[in-house]
């Protein structure tokens, strides 16, 4: 079924449709529901703002209130015109400051580094005047209609229902909690915290939890809030109706639950994390650092963590190697490549595969957690399969893209072993098993990077496997250990493809499907600064894709609009130029890119942020 019949039967953006006797849908970038009592309406949330077209055509004349269910972009970004329009606005009382106080939202994020992953930059770029909030149990009486909201965290921390009795039937409008039977429209809103949940089972037998903030918990409990409803019908802000809400309720608790079942990591440590021999020419330094001793005397540093310098000050004590040649991380994060501090203590030379470069020297450009707060010189991009020598040692260097994108891996031919440096790309779990850790803001991709991952550490035949927080841990490894990678990776990726509801599962973890770039600029008034929108197509066949860029009051933008023809499966990007006026304040600004893909308009999906001098 073609995107444009699953998200909306009716094919390109249509009109409005009564549901039920008085209750009506309006086609927008969200389902715009609108409840009409006498000349009167109200509003369940309200996209870019086309309720108002259609008002004559249900006999109404006003909008008095509009209800948020959540604080997303696609639900509220046509505010304004309900406030034009004399409609008063009614929030979640949690996500209340993501409406009215939206610009200090901007203004007072820490954009540069973070590591929440949580949907809260989806929100308004504007401040949007509250009324009223709401809180879970809260009843909102309008015109003789009872409206009462039930919290339902999952897709957002402060989401709620509003539970209706209309028409004899009991209607939930339910915002972005479930999308149809058994499904989520996106998977990426539900991963609130950048660290997967992880059981820890130390030496001693203690087992920590790590990682079990995240909207899967909040979900379930939510789906089995609605469940106790007893609702004849859903009413979500994206998908069709739902008219047998219990089974489809179930059905999603299920599949909530085979997912976290799949993402969760069940570890062991064995080893205190501090320097030690693993190998008769490998070191392990302390937190994610290894050290490969070449016959020069010299050290081949593989990953460093900020603060990790004492660790390799005593190895080097305790060891005797010499002074650094090379360090290589096998991705841009700082416990890996955060070599700067280090190199402020001695010159070596950082060699990268050519994906990672551009992470570590400009981090700004990218919208991703856990960036380098430092930049750092490559002195040497490694090519795909780039194999060197030194010291002795044959190595092979690989792009490896599981836990990011921007992942590489190392094969180094040592003592007689192929030794695999895999980085944050795989953990041994519970049963000599191995698993990784799916972090979708990280431009995790199944498809282009788990699968082909899985498969090239099986052809690249390692007999020791070294992940980067396994505590100096070298796992011998097998062929079936090897496979239960592969395993393991099929698995969460049945768990994704039950759960997401856009067409294709691939663009339900891609919270950045459109993206700007650079991410954070600076900018000066009066001097142009050049954007990149890109646009990635998750479905099969080719799409055209329409692009403009949103500034506010005393912008300039060129071109007003691109036209992207953008393969299946491909990513193209839209070149634009920016123009601060030179009335405009100095601080930040938000900027917003406003996509239509498959015939469809999506709103403004992306941001980026340009800080005025
Ligand atoms: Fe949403
Ligand atoms: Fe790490
Ligand atoms: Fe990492």
Redesign the pocket.
């Known amino acids: 079924m073609s995107i444009v019949a699953q998200l909306d039967k009716g094919g390109k953006m249509t009109g409005i449709r009564e549901l039920l006797p008085g209750i009506f849908v309006v086609d927008d970038i969200c389902n715009v529901y609108l409840i009409r009592a006498a000349d009167a309406v109200i509003a369940i949330d309200f996209g870019s703002g086309r309720a108002p077209d259609f008002l004559e055509e249900i006999r109404a004349t006003h909008i008095d209130w509009v209800l948020h269910t959540h604080f997303h972009r696609d639900c509220c970004q046509g505010d304004r015109l309900a406030i034009e329009h004399g409609a008063k606005i009614a929030v979640p009382a949690a996500e209340r400051k993501y409406f009215d106080q939206a610009e200090e939202f901007w203004k007072k994020t820490k954009l540069f580094p973070y590591h929440s992953v949580y949907s809260d930059r989806n929100c308004s770029t504007w401040n949007i005047h509250v009324n009223h909030d709401l809180n879970h149990g809260d009843v909102l009486r309008w015109r003789g209609i009872d409206i009462r909201a039930v919290e339902t965290p999952g897709h957002t921390r402060g989401s709620l229902s509003y539970v209706v009795e209309l028409t004899g039937k009991r209607i939930a409008f339910s915002g972005d909690l479930i999308f149809a039977p058994g499904k989520t429209m996106t998977y990426h809103d539900m991963h609130w915290n950048y660290l997967t949940p992880i059981l820890s089972t130390g030496s001693d037998g203690t087992v920590t939890e790590m990682g079990m903030d995240q909207g899967f918990r909040p979900q379930i409990e939510s789906v089995d809030r609605l469940l106790r409803e007893n609702l004849d019908l859903i009413l979500p802000a994206h998908g069709q109706p739902i008219s047998e809400p219990a089974s489809a309720l179930t059905q999603l608790k299920d599949r909530v639950s085979d997912v976290y079942e799949a993402v969760l990591r069940k570890t062991v440590h064995t080893r205190e994390p501090t320097p030690q021999w693993v190998m008769p020419h490998l070191i392990y330094l302390g937190n994610t650092s290894f050290g490969i001793l070449g016959d020069n005397g010299k050290l081949f540093l593989l990953d460093y963590s900020y603060g990790n310098d004492d660790m390799i000050e005593r190895g080097r004590e305790e060891f005797g190697f010499g002074e650094i040649e090379i360090a290589y991380p096998t ?1 841009f ?1 700082p ?2 490549g955060g070599f700067k501090e280090l190199l402020d203590e001695e010159p070596f030379e950082v060699w990268a595969d050519s994906h990672v470069v551009d992470l570590l020297e400009n981090p700004k450009r990218y919208k991703l957690p ?1 960036l380098n707060p430092d930049p750092v010189k490559v002195d040497r991009a490694l090519g795909e399969m780039e194999d060197f020598d030194w010291g002795g040692h044959h190595f092979t260097s690989f792009h490896f893209p599981c ?2 994108h921007y992942a590489s891996g190392l094969l180094v031919e040592l003592d007689g072993k192929r030794v695999l440096f895999c ?2 790309n795989v953990n041994l779990v519970q049963g000599r098993k191995l698993q990784g850790s799916f972090v979708p803001a990280s431009r995790a991709s199944i498809r282009k990077g788990f699968l082909p991952s899985a498969a090239k550490m099986i052809a690249l035949r390692p007999d020791v496997l070294i992940a980067a927080h396994g505590r100096g841990a070298a796992y011998d490894v097998d062929g079936r250990m090897l496979a239960s990678f592969g395993e393991w990776v099929r698995k969460l990726e049945r768990a994704l493809e039950n759960l997401v509801g856009l067409p294709d599962y691939e663009w339900g973890i891609d919270r950045e499907w459109v993206s700007i770039e650079p991410y954070i600029s600076e900018g000066v008034r009066g001097e142009p600064l050049p954007l990149t929108v890109t646009v990635a197509n998750h479905l099969p066949g080719r799409q055209e894709a329409r692009v403009s860029l949103v500034a506010g009051k005393g912008w300039s933008v060129s071109p007003n609009e691109a036209t992207l023809e953008i393969a299946g499966q491909g990513r193209m990007g839209a070149a634009f130029t920016l123009m601060p006026g030179t009335e405009l304040s100095s601080g930040r600004h938000v900027v917003t890119a406003s996509v239509e893909f498959a015939g469809r308009s999506w709103g403004e999906v992306a941001e980026c942020v340009v800080d005025l001098k």
């Open positions: 991705h994060h416990d890996h856990g836990h990011t980085g944050d």
